[in-house]
């Protein structure tokens, strides 16, 4: 199986600030070159809209960062192949959900389970696998679903 993997745009096009690290040409530009390498999963692990950390109550801060997360959604919409979003310590998470809603994070790709995670920032920046997602995540090891397994997530988890 060949999966594209492409993170961290920290796209600010509708939010104010000069903390872009690349904008929505540059995005569509990447979905264009992934597209025509074919693969059979792009994953887009998180941290797709560069939030302001301490607005994450201002309704109208919200609308301008769902309105980034639709630029890189139409982005990559027009691919052939699933595509995989993840939301990062920079997202949003409400309005993630709100525009990723339709997407499944439990599927599967040419006889592969494919898994998406939610974990949380914890303490000093350190990661966490907390609730529902550390529950769900030894239900999806201790299954007996057959197929080979593929996580994705933000953070790197380097224990649960």
């Known amino acids: 199986m060949k999966i594209a993997h492409i993170s961290d745009f ?85 309005s993630f959900r709100r525009v990723f809603s339709d997407q499944p994070f439990d599927f599967d790709v040419q006889g592969f389970r494919v898994i998406i995670f939610f974990d949380e920032e914890g303490d000093h920046n350190v990661p966490q696998r907390v609730g529902a997602e550390r529950a769900r995540f030894y239900s999806v090891l201790s299954d007996d679903d057959p197929r080979p397994q593929i996580h994705l997530q933000h953070y790197l988890m380097v224990s649960v």
């Open 10 to 94: 920290h796209l600010r096009h509708h939010i104010e600030g000069d903390n872009i690290k690349c904008g929505p040409d540059l995005i569509a530009e990447g979905a264009r070159h992934i597209a025509a390498h074919s693969p059979d999963l792009v994953a887009i692990t998180g941290d797709l809209v560069d939030y302001p950390l301490d607005a994450l109550d201002d309704l109208d801060m919200v609308a301008l960062g769902e309105k980034d997360l639709y630029l890189v959604r139409e982005c990559f919409d027009s691919l052939s192949c699933p595509v995989a979003y993840v939301h990062g310590n920079h997202d949003h998470p409400t």
